[in-house]
């Protein structure tokens, strides 16, 4: 990906710009990014584990959020929108802010071709910086994958494959991969551009 040089934004044009906009719009360092929409099978593993989580974690303390909630990364400042979010206890929001929390325990991104890169390398880096974080999950659309990063109590990160089962330590529950990819077509994958989930900065 190519950045053109631009004028930086402040973050209440920031607020203003993503409150009206229809697209969802990360923010780092006065640039905003565009996240357009995915693909049908991104949409359903997505939705799929979101129910997962939900259905298991009920009455536990701990909720899981849509691509809906932004998350900030104070160290970094990178605001943005994870596929799904989970919080146990209390939300911490943002100062000032009702709509940005800052405490996640565990995110998950189901990968585009598009995307699987900054996903994987600078988006990853920028949540193991947060401090709640316990685990980071992602999820393919090309094939049945699903890897979990997960926090040591010394700071380091360790990734592991779950071929069958998705075991989340932080959460205490375990989501069959085969429930994460019920009802994804994967012959109807479809690797042109424009049906893909991106990230494009704004001009």
Same mark, same amino acid.
């Given at each position: 990906?190519h950045?053109?040089?631009? !004028?930086?934004?402040?973050l209440?044009q920031?607020f &203003?710009?993503?409150?009206a906009s229809?697209?969802?719009l990360e923010?780092?360092?006065g640039e /905003?990014f565009?996240?357009?929409g995915g693909?049908p @099978?991104?949409? =359903?593993v997505a939705? @799929?584990v979101?129910?997962?989580?939900?259905n298991r974690l009920?009455?536990?303390?701990?909720?899981?959020?849509s #691509?809906d909630?932004?998350i900030? /990364?104070?160290?970094?400042?990178? +605001?943005t929108?994870?596929?799904i979010?989970?919080?146990?206890g209390?939300i911490?929001y943002l100062v000032?802010?009702?709509?940005?929390v800052? @405490?996640?325990?565990v995110? $998950?991104? $189901?990968?585009s071709?598009?995307? !699987?890169?900054y996903?994987?390398?600078?988006?990853?880096a920028h949540y193991r910086?947060?401090a709640?974080l =316990? #685990?980071y999950?992602?999820?393919? /659309?090309?094939r049945m &994958? $699903?890897e979990r +990063?997960d926090r040591?109590?010394?700071?380091?990160?360790s990734?592991?494959?779950c071929?069958?089962?998705l075991?989340?330590?932080a959460l205490? /529950?375990?989501?069959? $991969?085969a429930?994460?990819y &019920?009802?994804?077509? +994967? #012959?109807?994958?479809d690797a042109?551009?424009?049906a893909? #989930?991106t990230?494009?900065?704004?001009?």
């Amino acid at each position: 990906m190519h950045l053109a040089k631009k !004028e930086t934004m402040s973050l209440e044009q920031y607020f &203003a710009l993503a409150e009206a906009s229809v697209e969802k719009l990360e923010y780092l360092g006065g640039e /905003i990014f565009a996240m357009s929409g995915g693909t049908p @099978n991104h949409a =359903q593993v997505a939705m @799929n584990v979101g129910t997962a989580l939900t259905n298991r974690l009920r009455g536990r303390g701990c909720r899981a959020y849509s #691509s809906d909630l932004r998350i900030h /990364i104070p160290d970094t400042g990178l +605001f943005t929108y994870p596929d799904i979010s989970v919080i146990c206890g209390p939300i911490l929001y943002l100062v000032g802010r009702k709509d940005t929390v800052v @405490n996640p325990v565990v995110l $998950v991104e $189901v990968l585009s071709p598009s995307t !699987e890169a900054y996903d994987r390398g600078e988006k990853a880096a920028h949540y193991r910086s947060i401090a709640s974080l =316990q #685990s980071y999950v992602l999820v393919s /659309i090309a094939r049945m &994958a $699903v890897e979990r +990063f997960d926090r040591a109590s010394d700071g380091s990160w360790s990734l592991r494959d779950c071929p069958e089962v998705l075991a989340i330590p932080a959460l205490g /529950i375990e989501l069959p $991969v085969a429930e994460i990819y &019920a009802e994804v077509d +994967f #012959s109807a994958v479809d690797a042109s551009p424009e049906a893909l #989930s991106t990230r494009s900065p704004l001009p």
